[in-house]
């Protein structure tokens, strides 16, 4: 019983892995080439967006914080659009 077993479980071993190995041999296994897809600018403006943060951390005065607040989301703004752009 048990050498039945294993006997058809090895045509089916073979039967199903046939196809693949075929294909594999014909076609090859495929290539994935994954690209950057944020760019070096980007990168920088994340950076300078995260020290205009901590500039409205380090601001003292509310009319420095609101000044600072008006850069980071400039700053924001435009690390979006860039964003949007590598994408």
């Known amino acids: 019983m048990k050498e039945e077993e294993s006997i058809?479980?090895?045509n089916w071993k073979g039967i199903k892995e046939a196809p693949?190995?075929?294909c594999q041999e014909v076609l090859?296994?495929?290539?994935h080439n994954h690209k950057e897809w944020i760019s070096?600018?980007?990168l920088d403006r994340i950076e300078e967006?995260?020290?205009e943060n901590t500039a409205i951390s380090n601001s003292r005065t509310r009319t420095e914080k609101v000044k600072e607040h008006a850069e980071y989301t400039e700053a924001n703004k435009q690390v979006?659009?860039?964003?949007?752009?590598?994408?």
Do not use: F, L, P, Q
């Open 8 to 10: 058809m479980e090895n």
């Open 20 to 22: 693949v190995s075929t």
């Open 28 to 31: 090859g296994r495929k290539k």
């Open 40 to 42: 070096k600018e980007t």
């Open 49 to 51: 967006r995260k020290n």
């Open 80 to 87: 979006k659009k860039s964003i949007r752009a590598d994408k």
